[in-house]
């Protein structure tokens, strides 16, 4: 049995889940979200709590099981809390800075590099330019745009400039030899 696909979802207070079918959109205080599941996985919603379950045992509804609860549960924190991924940017002169709604980055290119959010994702620098912040309701957005934003410029392993992520380890080479 799946230690993830039988766990319970605490839908919580101002939360709206509607299901069509294999469709479930979810929607709340930070938006709305919309996803079609594998026909064959049941999703139940009873006095507040949704259930995911699998018709049979076979290797295929098992994996389904586990994925369609997770992106279920995904989908109900990212409506009502929201995901955050922080970026920090690293290096003398390397700066990000708001330009209306776009993130302006200067990391040592001849140019400015301009990005702009998505739909139901938002940006916001702190820091004095060192650190990015990325929200949204969408983890997968969120996740991808962050990724996006730092392979602009990824940190580099002998100074560790570049735009990395805050939890992220950058493992420092020692450069030539006879330097100390």
Do not use: C, W
Not at 42 to 51: F, H, R
């Amino acid at each position: 049995m799946s230690r993830i696909g039988k766990m319970p979802i605490q839908v919580p207070d101002g939360v709206k889940i509607e299901m069509k079918g294999n469709r479930v959109a979810v929607s709340g205080k930070r938006g709305s979200l919309e996803q079609t599941f594998h026909p064959d996985m049941q999703i139940a919603l009873e006095d507040g709590v949704l259930t995911v379950s699998r018709p049979t045992d076979s290797r295929q509804h098992r994996s389904l099981h586990g994925l369609t609860r997770a992106l279920l549960n995904n989908m109900v924190t990212g409506v009502s809390e929201g995901f955050t991924r922080r970026l920090v940017v690293e290096g003398v002169g390397y700066r990000a800075e708001m330009s209306g709604n776009n993130l302006v980055l200067y990391v040592g290119y001849s140019h400015p590099v301009q990005f702009e959010p998505v739909d139901q994702l938002s940006f916001e620098v702190l820091d004095r330019g060192k650190t990015i912040i990325v929200t949204g309701a969408d983890k997968e957005l969120v996740g991808e745009i962050s990724a996006r934003i730092r392979k602009i410029r990824p940190p580099e392993p002998y100074k560790g400039k570049g735009i990395r992520y805050e939890d992220e380890h950058v493992r420092r080479k020692a450069g030539k030899a006879g330097k100390v």
